[in-house]
């Protein structure tokens, strides 16, 4: 029976901790993937970065997400709480690097390449079963070849052999060691130095006695080499980065931007009205730290006693000039303690950046777009609503046409 073999989680281990451009966090305006590699060129991080902040909404994921500062803020304060019955504090938890697919200590690392022959990585697949210190590397995957065919290739290898040997695609180990043909045979210290090397073998034992007997560094060539068919996969991802037309990416992720974002169409209050908004949760069990030691008890916790709700939330449809003039008033006329947040329904898709970039001038702030999640957390039903918080709930006030352009807004 074939059994599956345990290099492909190592390799894309490996190939996923080098290559974090697919992985890394989105930022929230254009939906562009920011770049998180060393090795791109500063200029391409200039162009990468300018497309980004393009969006000139950055501060989205406040609103995208669901919560205001306040609401996290609490959550932070109720988790660092000092707990009543031990009077102790949860500690932090750190997030730890993944660790590599070999481990801590000193590493054994045969570098080969499929110029090499199906046969000869065979033979080496084998030969290390059973090494768990020790790693088959490529620099890359072999031009034209898809990344997946590389890596289905090589797993093929691994299960007709029943090898349960690393196999790793890391092309900084061949620059670490300063590889340049197959195979190659490297003893890594556990701090990722080079130990001892030499090209035209791929016998890590025979590598092994020339360090016990004293020697160190690079042996030099002790057999025939071919030369590596895979491009450095580093080279490979700089070259393709260095192929995007960031323009024309700014270009298409500008105009297509606000008929990606729904928002949280509302009617228009036809009267005033004013709403009180508790927004008190219940907890059914215990919340622990670490140490199981009770941090909140079951119970009725009001956000409200934890931390207080000093902001204004002014939600408006911006395609209203009534509304936006009611915006702008209460922006202005706000005492400087209190943050005022103004928050649109929608934008217009055929308007886009032209609507966003108006009513931004007009309040003189900045300006969000309205979610579902946060239309129902503070219990907004029409627009305008002015939300405000007093005697342990959130206060919604709706005003009418009529009355904004009369004055009887003004709170």
Not at 9 to 22: E, N, Q, T, V, Y
Not at 50 to 62: K, N, Y
Not at 244 to 263: I, P, Y
Not at 349 to 364: K, L, S, V
Request: glycine share 6%.
């Amino acid at each position: 029976m074939v059994k599956p073999s345990p290099f492909l989680p190592a390799m894309m281990l490996a190939a996923g901790a080098l290559f974090s451009i697919h992985c890394s966090a989105q930022q929230p305006d254009l939906g562009i993937a920011r770049p998180g590699t060393d090795f791109i060129p500063p200029e391409t991080q200039a162009a990468i970065q300018e497309l980004i902040s393009s969006g000139r909404s950055g501060a989205q994921s406040l609103i995208d997400n669901g919560d205001m500062d306040w609401l996290e803020q609490a959550r932070t304060q109720s988790e660092l709480a000092e707990n009543p019955l031990t009077g102790e504090r949860p500690a932090p938890t750190a997030q730890q690097p993944p660790p590599h697919p070999l481990g801590d200590g000193v590493k054994n690392l045969i570098f080969v390449s499929w110029s090499m022959g199906e046969s000869a990585l065979r033979d080496i697949l084998t030969r290390y079963h059973g090494h768990p210190a020790t790693a088959v590397v490529f620099r890359g995957v072999p031009e034209g070849q898809p990344f997946a065919g590389a890596v289905m290739a090589v797993q093929r290898l691994s299960m007709d052999t029943q090898s349960d040997v690393t196999v790793l695609i890391d092309p900084i180990a061949y620059r670490t060691h300063g590889i340049t043909a197959a195979p190659s045979v490297a003893i890594e210290s556990p701090e990722g130095e080079t130990v001892i090397k030499a090209t035209g073998i791929s016998s890590t034992q025979r590598l092994q006695e020339y360090l016990d007997e004293g020697r160190e560094g690079d042996i030099g060539q002790l057999g025939p080499t071919v030369e590596i068919k895979e491009r450095d996969l580093v080279e490979v991802a700089q070259q393709r980065i260095a192929e995007l037309d960031f323009e024309q990416m700014k270009e298409n992720a500008t105009q297509n931007f606000w008929r990606r974002q729904s928002g949280h169409l509302l009617p228009v209050a036809a009267e005033d009205r004013v709403r009180r908004v508790d927004p008190s949760v219940t907890i059914h069990e215990p919340i622990l730290d670490s140490k199981g030691n009770v941090v909140t008890p079951p119970g009725v916790i009001n956000p409200l006693d934890i931390m207080p709700f000093d902001q204004k939330l002014i939600v408006i449809d911006p395609s209203l000039a009534w509304q936006v003039a009611l915006a702008a008033d209460v922006v202005a006329n706000t005492a400087p303690e209190i943050t005022v947040t103004v928050i649109a329904t929608h934008i217009d898709p055929d308007e886009g950046w032209n609507m966003f970039t108006r009513t931004e001038e007009a309040i003189d702030a900045a300006l969000y777009l309205l979610q579902p999640s946060l239309a129902h957390r503070f219990g907004i039903e029409r627009v305008p609503s002015i939300v405000t918080a007093a005697d342990r709930a959130f206060v919604v006030h709706e005003f009418s046409k009529t009355s904004v352009e009369e004055g009887r807004h003004v709170q």
